[in-house]
């Protein structure tokens, strides 16, 4: 299956804070694993899926970028280790509706904060 867009690596620490319609008063954040234009997946610990009515995220950065976005997996990952942790979960997150203005500041931050050569399936 081809991919739409090109996904990049994006380095350790970038993350992301997100709080869902299911509870809005809680920000929670998240570790960015790649990114492209048509969405990203982040990585997190939890022991249940807390994406569920993710309607929008803000990658954290000097120039903080809030997009909408629609979850559209959450599972947990294969993980070792004391029960008392909370296991990793991955989710991918799919961008919706981005304004043009939302769109370059996407490309902008591709080009200043991931890794080239593009990630390959």
Known sequence: MERRHERFEAPGGLSVSF?????PNIT???EIIDVSMGGLAISYRSRRNNTEGLTRLTILTGNDLT???QGVYDGERTWEGHDSISPVRR?????ANLSKGQ?????????DYTYAP????
């Open 19 to 23: 709080s869902t319609n299911n509870a």
């Open 91 to 95: 989710c991918g997150v799919k961008f």
């Open 103 to 111: 769109i370059r500041q996407l490309e902008n931050f591709i080009r």
């Open 118 to 121: 593009p990630l390959h399936p």
């Open 67 to 69: 997009l909408p976005c």
């Open 28 to 30: 929670r954040l998240a």
